[in-house]
């Protein structure tokens, strides 16, 4: 995994790193401050965000203009004593194994945490940290992206910030407030990087600009690149070696898919219901669905035929929704197949949105049979924003596509899109449609579910 190599030549490389976020203490506290999706922070997330290198904090780099103030030399004395406060292995900060992982997260919206650290104390007296620096070193990111950011220790908030130069390449340095994030005397404490991020503007409100503002689409990493500690000189700040945390995903909006129970799982020849859910929106605004990527599998002598989708009480038309499985449901073999929900045109989701049930014809069911249906997650590539459409040679299910599509909703040439997956928008183009460059595919989405019905 890449390294934060130093905030100067990182900014020279990617152009992405705009600039870095200053961090000023104030007292505050997250408490239950909720998510985008309306979940509360107040419980470590479950990740493999990956370990960090120890001693990542011990490297001291010059401040403004280059000069930095000097240190006290690192390591322990001949005599084995600890280092003192302001040495410079005083503290090390390591990436937490549990740094969250890669998500959705919507533009507008309160805390988020997207990183964890370790710091560690070596010495025998508690240490403050009075100023810390971050910076968005994804090359898909965008320093705007974010309106504030902080550290915090519990979700109890110690230093915050959110300047930054008008043009997003300079970093604005601001004093200490009050307050300030002490780690104790030989001691290690988790400490959470938490942002709130910018709405997201269309492209035509951003004048066609990708960097620079916020975007539907981005993939901002923050990390923290730099602290300074209360009793280093005041152009002291000592740099951040260690992991990159994992890229966020920046949406104006998200659909939330929820699995239903069925009156039975019995299975039973005739028309049956075999699968239901809910779609709604996040509460940020309305997103479309175009399709949902799903698999099927059953046992040999079992055949299903009619599968219809139902939105509420009523059969959606044939026309208009239908699902489809790649060359058929097999009747004389077990099967496990892909299988899409495809809208012809978008469903759009409003709040609570729609219950959907999947149905049809089931024949030759036996003791000992059964089948399955599922949802299928995705988990790579982490973003795409492009267009929707149908393949001129096979219609039956929606693609992603990286070139706009005829007036039909057509296309003949793709590039290299996410393939066989979900396809939805968070409507975030002005204005929206079948043609419109915000479609994204199920990666982060919580596809989660399994219905078996068995005789």
């Known amino acids: 995994m890449n390294k934060l190599i130093g905030l100067a030549l990182v900014c020279s490389v990617l152009l992405a790193c705009s600039g870095s976020v200053t961090i000023m203490s104030e007292e505050e506290n997250l408490g239950t401050t909720a998510t985008s999706s309306g979940t509360t922070p107040t419980q470590p997330p479950d990740g493999d965000g990956g370990s960090g290198d120890a001693g990542g904090g011990g490297n001291v780099v010059g401040g403004a203009g280059g000069e930095g103030g000097s240190v006290s030399d690192g390591g322990t004395s001949e005599g084995g004593s600890p280092p003192d406060d302001c040495s410079s ?35 025998d007296k508690a240490i403050k940290i009075s100023f810390a620096q971050v910076a968005q070193l994804d090359p898909n990111g965008d320093i705007a992206d974010f309106t504030e950011v902080a550290l915090s220790t519990n979700y109890a908030l110690h230093l915050i910030g959110s300047k930054v130069s008008d043009d997003g390449t300079s970093l604005v340095l601001t004093e200490e407030k009050s307050g300030g994030l002490v780690i104790q005397p030989k001691s290690s ?72 129970s ?22 940020a605004g309305s997103v479309a669905i175009r399709q949902i990527r799903m698999e099927l599998s059953k046992t040999e002598g079992l055949e299903i035929t009619g599968l219809k989708i139902r939105r509420g009480a009523v059969d959606i038309n044939d026309a208009s929704a239908w699902v489809f499985v790649p060359y058929g449901i097999s009747f004389h073999a077990t099967t496990s197949k892909p299988m899409y929900l495809v809208f012809k ?98 990666a982060l989405l919580d596809l989660y579910g399994t219905e078996t019905l068995s005789l």
């Open 89 to 123: 292995n005083a503290l090390s900060v390591e990436l937490s194994p549990i740094s969250p992982n890669s998500a959705i997260v919507i533009g507008g919206s309160d805390w988020i945490e997207v990183a964890r650290y370790v710091v560690s104390n070596a010495t």
């Open 345 to 442: 045109d978008e469903e759009t989701i409003s709040g609570s949105g729609s219950v959907y049930t999947i149905h049809g014809s089931v024949t030759g069911a036996t003791a000992g049979q059964d089948i399955t249906f599922s949802f299928v997650g995705e988990s790579a590539p982490v973003s795409f924003t492009g267009y929707s459409c149908f393949w001129v040679q096979f219609s039956y299910f929606v693609q992603l596509c990286e070139y706009p599509p005829d007036p039909d909703n057509f296309c003949s040439k793709f590039g290299n899109p996410p393939k066989e997956t979900s396809v939805w928008s968070d409507i975030s183009e002005v204005p929206h449609g079948l043609a419109s460059k915000d479609w994204t595919h199920g």
């Open 189 to 260: 404490q988790s400490v959470e990087l938490s942002a709130k991020f910018a709405p997201v503007l269309s492209s035509s409100a951003a004048g066609g600009k990708w960097h620079g503002v916020p975007r539907s689409g981005h993939t901002p990493s923050l990390a923290l690149t730099g602290y300074r500690l209360e009793c280093d000189a005041a152009d002291v700040i000592r740099s951040v070696d260690t992991e990159l945390p994992n890229p966020m995903v920046l949406r104006k909006s998200k659909p939330i898919v929820t699995q239903l």
């Open 262 to 283: 069925l009156p039975t799982n019995k299975l039973a020849n005739g028309d049956m219901d075999l699968f239901k859910f809910q779609i709604s929106a996040d509460k």
